[in-house]
């Protein structure tokens, strides 16, 4: 079982900044890679970004140069740094928890990012 908090989102007018955190707890020893998702009203899930048990890092293309994901030492805590935001960055993001047996199974609770224009 892995348990997974999300925090930081909120309000920011375009161009700014926020960072999320995501805090991991329970049984890690099967994550192999965390990451964040995002789902705007009406549209479907997407990926954001993601970081391996090895700190390789993949980002979506609307969010590279944007966005940068990074995890602690322990890899139990994992951020999403969000520069230069757009509107169409509003979203529920999401943090996740791939597991080496079945994939994408941890979700967290989301937090909800709104850029003004």
């Known amino acids: 079982q892995v348990q997974l908090v999300e925090s930081g989102g909120g309000l920011v007018q375009a161009g700014g900044s926020l960072r999320l955190s995501c805090a991991a707890s329970?049984?890690?020893?099967?994550?192999?890679?965390m990451g964040w998702y995002r789902q705007a009203p009406g549209k479907q899930r997407e990926l954001v970004a993601t970081i391996s048990s090895t700190g390789s890092t993949n980002y979506a293309d609307s969010v590279k140069g944007r966005f940068t994901i990074s995890q602690n030492n322990a890899r139990n805590t994992v951020y999403l740094q969000m520069n230069s935001l757009k509107p169409e960055d509003t979203a529920v993001y999401y943090c996740a928890a791939r597991h080496s047996a079945y994939g994408w199974g941890s979700w967290g609770q989301g937090t909800q990012v709104t850029v003004s224009s």
């Open positions: 329970g049984i890690m020893l099967s994550i192999n890679a």
